[in-house]
Each structure stands twice: as structure tokens, then as C-alpha cells.
């Protein structure tokens, strides 16, 4: 089966600029997932949607980064105004849910502000 | 608020030697804990889930343990090889089962020929 999709790969933005990530996740997956990779550190979790609503959001900065997830499938996260300390890698994962946990990572958006 | 804590130093090992990964965490226990592989300019790869209730799970070469009294987790490679070389994290579920995950620093394994 085709795994979770992301782009872009990478990203060079300068502060205040914006930017924005998109992920495909596995077909049939209800659960999509939005973590925050600094390096050295392991991945944080921003956002959690169920189908398309939210499921948690308590981490995502909300003054800065919003996400949607649309008719339930594609998601995207987006930065505006980006901030220096916001450099890092963007994972996006998903999981079938109905007692199955585990997750399903794609390769990630590597963000780097200048 | 809830650590978890994984040896920052990375492990080197010899080729065929068991390797064993340490993740501990403080206050109450999860739900479940799981173990991923994350490989340089990759995202983790899950390996293996194991429940509260659950002492033991075992995937091939993969073993892992739960601990709930020590508030611990051993992750063990047996027969380990070069390509066994990556970051393994731990991350647990303390959302009741809603798959909420908080992940370790993760800790670099290095076996060498």
C-alpha cells in the first residue's frame, strides 16, 4: 500500500514569511496526525484530527500555525508568521484507528527560517 | 507533567551482541507504550506496541518489556547487525487510549562489524 505522502521535502522561508505543508495519508486512515521534530528531540505532536474534526490541539500555536484537514483526507499545516525557533521537521502520520494504534509516518518536511 | 527519558548517549555495539534500549518515565503509567526506528532524513517506523497489562511482546529479533512498578520499558535487539544502526524512540499513550503520543528523545544505536 502507498504510505503517507508529504511536500514539500524541504523548505528555506526567511522570518514573518509564511509557509504552508500538505499530507496525503494512507487510504482509509481516519486519524491524521501533525508533529514537530527539533533536532535532537523526538517528534511533538501539534494536532490530531479524527476524520476531519480536531481531536487535540492543545500544543499547536495557535497564534501563529492553523491546519485543516479537508473532506476527511488531505491535511495541511501552515506557519504565518514564521519565527526563527520554528525551524525543524514537519511529520505528518496517520493510523487506522478502531483499536489499531500504530502510526504511520511519512518522511517529513525539513523547514529551515532564515 | 509527564517525562520520559531515554539514554541521550548513543550505544555502540558489536555485530551479533544484544542490544538494550532504556525508556523510563515518571507518574502514572500509560496505556500502552510503543518503540519506532527513525532512520536520518526519515520519519519513525513503527516496530512494536506493548499494553499496560503486558509484560512481554516479542517480533522476530525485537523484544520488549513493560515495567509498570519500575515505570520502565527495556527495548532488546538480539543478534544485532550494522543495518540495526538508527534512532529508536519510545512513545507513550497517557490519553487513556485516544493515541495521544508522547515520544522520547529517542537513543542512537551504532553496531559496528
Known amino acids: 500500500e502507498a504510505g503517507v505522502a508529504q511536500s514539500p521535502r524541504y523548505k528555506i522561508i526567511e522570518k514573518r514569511q509564511s509557509v504552508a505543508f500538505w499530507c496525503n495519508p494512507i487510504?482509509?486512515?481516519?486519524?491524521l496526525y501533525w508533529y514537530q521534530q527539533i533536532l535532537g528531540q523526538g517528534p511533538k505532536l501539534l494536532i490530531q484530527?479524527?476524520?476531519?474534526?480536531?481531536?487535540?490541539d492543545s500544543q499547536l500555536p495557535k497564534d501563529r500555525f492553523s491546519a485543516e484537514r479537508l473532506k476527511g483526507v488531505d491535511s495541511t499545516l501552515k506557519i504565518q508568521p514564521a519565527k526563527l525557533e520554528d525551524s525543524a521537521v514537519y511529520l505528518c502520520?496517520?493510523?487506522?484507528?478502531?483499536?489499531?494504534?500504530?502510526?504511520?509516518f511519512g518522511s517529513g518536511t525539513q523547514l529551515s527560517v532564515l | 507533567s509527564q517525562k520520559i527519558e531515554q539514554n541521550s548517549e548513543a550505544l555502540n555495539i558489536q555485530e551479533g551482541k544484544t542490544a538494550t534500549l532504556t525508556c523510563n518515565y515518571t507518574?502514572?503509567?500509560?496505556?500502552?507504550l510503543q518503540w519506532y526506528r527513525q532512520d536520518p532524513g526519515r520519519g519513525p517506523v513503527f516496530l512494536l506496541l506493548?499494553?499496560?497489562?503486558?509484560k512481554e511482546k516479542r517480533k522476530e529479533r525485537l523484544k520488549v518489556t513493560f515495567d509498570t512498578t519500575l515505570k520502565q520499558s527495556l527495548f532488546h535487539i538480539t543478534a544485532s547487525q550494522p543495518a540495526d544502526s538508527a534512532t529508536y524512540l519510545c512513545?507513550?499513550?497517557?490519553?487513556?487510549?485516544?493515541?495521544?503520543?508522547?515520544f522520547g528523545a529517542g537513543t542512537r544505536l551504532a553496531v559496528h562489524p
Open positions: 506493548i499494553r499496560e497489562n503486558e
Open positions: 507518574n502514572y503509567s500509560p496505556a500502552y
Open positions: 502520520a496517520s493510523s487506522p484507528g478502531q483499536g489499531d494504534e500504530k502510526l504511520f
Open positions: 487510504s482509509g486512515h481516519a486519524t
Open positions: 484530527f479524527q476524520n476531519n474534526g480536531v481531536v487535540d
Open positions: 512513545a507513550l499513550d497517557f490519553s487513556g487510549g485516544y493515541n495521544k503520543l508522547i
